[in-house]
């Protein structure tokens, strides 16, 4: 359950309340959620894509 992971957000991340997502890893997932709505769902991608995306932004 996404509850149990442990959660975080990008040290470029202000405190302002912008536009951020929060990150927890597992050893085959990695968990994406919006950090001002925390209640709504998280989405699971593979690692490699997660890899594949961060490289690209």
């Known amino acids: ?3 149990d992971l442990n ?3 990008s040290s ?3 405190d302002q309340g912008g536009n ?3 990150v927890a ?3 085959n997932t990695v ?3 919006d950090s001002k709505d ?4 998280s ?3 593979s690692p490699a894509a997660w890899a594949a995306f961060v490289s690209g932004v």
């Open 25 to 27: 890893t597992c050893p």
């Open 12 to 14: 470029y991340s202000g």
């Open 7 to 9: 959660w975080f957000k």
């Open 43 to 45: 989405f699971e991608v």
């Open 38 to 41: 925390t209640g709504l769902p």
């Open 20 to 22: 951020c997502v929060e």
């Open 1 to 3: 359950m996404s509850t």
């Open 31 to 33: 968990h994406v959620r």
